[in-house]
């Protein structure tokens, strides 16, 4: 299976049933980020401390698979050199929509996280990765871009999920029931069987999705160069979640390029 392809006819399916993540900012979010107050969210509800950012006047700032209209236009609107790349064009069609409405200037490019091979070295002094390596299969090259296309003193900030999210059954977690099922790292595509896979994934157009081990997700980032340097954890503040009653099951990070 082309995962790729496949998660992107899945997002732009989310684009059409209207999912949170698709759902661009509007003016007033817009006309007060040109008025500095902005704040945007690498994980479902905390914002990203401010602290965590360089001046985005001028700065070029990749918003990596973060597509749907959310952090690249406030970022573009904050003074930040915005591109925005995304596997679906649907989500990209929310960035340019945003821009269009509110008069701000981004770039949109349909692509791969995990081959930045279209920017050169040392293109950006900001790259935003809100959770999405979820969606691809091995998240190490992702890191190893991310580095590369950053340049020295360069800030990745990224947002991911903790591993615990896939060791439960699916059906059973939504009935409220935490039975241990599956190992890290999980795979939709093979810890699955063909049957379950197409009635709970497929059938209904959701993206596949891949659960890394901290050791790729936090340890990737070190062993790709990066410095560590901030890190806070989150997790859903609704009913929708039911494990988040016990725990924060999102991490975001903040780490150097030296």
Not at 42 to 48: D, R
Not at 151 to 171: M, T, W
Request: net charge negative.
């Amino acid at each position: 299976m082309d995962i790729r392809a496949y998660n992107r006819r899945a997002w732009n399916k989310l684009v059409e049933d209207g999912d949170r993540w698709t759902v661009p900012v509007d003016s007033d979010c817009i006309r007060r980020a040109k008025r500095s107050d902005w704040q945007i969210v690498l994980t479902p509800t905390k914002p990203v401390p401010r602290s965590w950012f360089p001046d985005l006047r001028g700065t070029f700032t990749l918003c990596l698979a973060g597509g749907g209209g959310q952090q690249g236009p406030v970022l573009a609107a904050a003074g930040a050199e915005v591109t925005v790349l995304d596997a679906s064009d649907r989500q990209l069609g929310q960035d340019r929509s945003v821009a269009a409405r509110d008069g701000l200037s981004l770039a949109t490019v349909e692509g791969d996280m995990a081959d930045l091979s279209l920017f050169a070295d040392a293109s950006f002094g900001l790259i935003v990765h809100p959770c999405s390596n979820c969606f691809v299969p091995d998240v190490r090259p992702v890191w190893r871009e991310c580095f590369r296309v950053l340049r020295p003193g360069g800030i990745l900030l990224a947002g991911f999920a903790n591993p615990v999210r896939y060791v439960f059954d699916d059906e059973r977690l939504e009935n409220g029931s935490l039975e241990v099922r599956h190992a890290i790292p999980y795979s939709d595509l093979t810890h699955l069987d063909d049957a379950e896979r197409q009635r709970t994934i497929l059938d209904k157009g959701r993206p596949l999705e891949f659960g890394h081990a901290l050791e790729d997700q936090i340890g990737g980032q070190l062993d790709a160069g990066f410095a560590v340097t901030g890190f806070y954890e989150d997790r859903y503040d609704d009913e929708s979640d039911p494990l988040s009653k016990y725990l924060p099951t999102f991490i975001a990070t903040r780490a150097v390029k030296p």
